[in-house]
């Protein structure tokens, strides 16, 4: 299978090292760049974050911002695609673009407001019954969307 840089993953503020070294894995395995936006919850060189990704880490292609606004200006993305638990529209129901970045906020608070109201159009959700689980693992997350916009632009 080919793949093309079609898409990015930006994480902020990501506060577990195994679920970042799990994502980066996952963006190995797809050619996906990763991006990760400070402060951490953890230091770069924690050996958690490097046993997650085990031996994949040359093959990550990934960049440290040290805020969001320097990230938004730097990625060369043509959309900022925000993956909330209070969304209404499902990760399904969107169209992803090539180029799209999709953005997941940290495992305890998800992106703050102000991220949800800019864009509107732009954020969307992985639907889950609520009342049983609060939400998915990060890794969870970032995987079933990556893995449906990168189905999706494959036509």
């Not at 994502?23 to 046993?51: N, Q, S, W």
């Not at 292609?61 to 200006?73: H, V, Y």
């Not at 609520?130 to 449906?148: K, P």
Request: contains cysteine.
């Amino acid at each position: 299978m080919v793949f093309d840089p079609r898409l990015s993953v930006l994480l902020y503020e990501p506060e577990i090292p195994q679920n970042t070294g799990n994502i980066a894995r996952t963006c190995a395995a797809t050619h996906t760049p990763l991006y990760l936006v400070e402060p951490l919850g953890f230091r770069i060189t924690d050996k958690m974050l490097k046993r997650a990704g085990l031996d994949y880490w040359p093959h990550v292609r990934m960049k440290l911002f040290p805020d969001i606004s320097t990230a938004q200006r730097e990625i060369p993305h043509s959309r900022m695609i925000r993956f909330s638990a209070h969304a209404e529209r499902p990760y399904y129901d969107f169209s992803f673009r090539r180029g799209d970045c999709l953005v997941f906020g940290p495992e305890t608070r998800g992106l703050p407001g102000e991220f949800l109201v800019h864009e509107p159009e732009n954020v969307v959700g992985i639907p889950i019954d609520r009342v049983r689980v609060r939400s998915l693992n990060l890794a969870t997350s970032v995987g079933i969307a990556l893995f449906e916009a990168l189905r999706q632009l494959r036509r």
